[in-house]
């Protein structure tokens, strides 16, 4: 069966800090890759997808960054936190299929402080 | 790109009774209509989903309706539980962009 994985669980970074988060999908292979961020007690906004290695789309322009090194593992980065990045990060995956939604797994989360 | 709304943004039952949420997209080439559920502090999960083929869908006691024509789906919840109290989000998949966009959630307490 399928299972993805995220880490940290929990982040408290000052303001200026890089980051670097990651998750890795087991059990399947070219999945979707997706990044999502939720502010406390709001809705989900994407940062990035992934069809495939070294595929990255953008949807929100931010100090934050994206990559695809292997077929199922996504990193999530910056080079210097902003007050404004923390919120609880959530990694997912779908089966991969061009123009076919598909039912999204998520990861546990990483709940994301920035002083 | 795709608009979503979710109607209401907070709803109270009590046990036992029905609790309908409604959600409203912009992109008719939308072909995928799921619905998650969020309870505090844990991933989002999928409860039901419909496909645009299928007006549709029940799982015991819940169900998804799909007018394609009005652009929009709802979610029923039937002989609502305390454990159904939640964070509710639609997120249709529209061929626009190749992607999922998640309406802003439906905050459902049901109280004993």
């Known amino acids: 069966s399928q299972t993805i994985h995220q880490w940290p669980a929990t982040l408290v970074q000052p303001v200026g800090s890089p980051l670097s988060l990651e998750c890795t999908v087991e059990g399947t292979s070219n999945p979707n890759l997706y990044w999502y961020r939720q502010a406390a007690g709001r809705g989900l906004q994407l940062l990035f997808y992934s069809v495939g290695i070294g595929q990255i789309s953008s949807e929100v322009p931010q100090n934050l960054s994206a990559s695809r090194p292997q077929d199922r593992q996504f990193i999530l980065s910056s080079k210097k936190l902003l007050l404004s990045d923390s919120g609880f990060y959530l990694c997912?995956?779908?089966?991969?299929?061009?123009?076919?939604?598909?039912?999204?797994?998520f990861g546990p989360g990483t709940r994301l402080t920035v002083l | 790109g795709e608009n979503v709304e979710q109607h209401p943004s907070t709803l109270s039952v009590q046990e036992g009774d029905s609790a309908v949420i409604k959600c409203t997209y912009s992109?008719?080439?939308?072909?995928?209509f799921p619905w998650y559920k969020q309870e505090l502090g844990k991933r989002p999960q999928l409860i039901i989903d419909?496909?645009?083929?299928?007006g549709e869908k029940k799982d015991q006691r819940i169900a998804v309706t799909l007018n394609k024509t009005a652009k929009h789906f709802s979610l029923h919840i039937t002989e609502t539980q305390p454990e159904d109290s939640a964070v509710y989000f639609c997120a249709p998949f529209g061929n626009y962009g190749q992607n999922f966009v998640f309406g802003p959630g439906t905050r459902l307490s049901v109280l004993p």
């Open positions: 992109d008719s080439a939308s072909n995928y």
């Open positions: 419909i496909r645009s083929n299928v």
């Open positions: 997912a995956w779908s089966e991969g299929r061009t123009g076919w939604g598909n039912e999204q797994f």
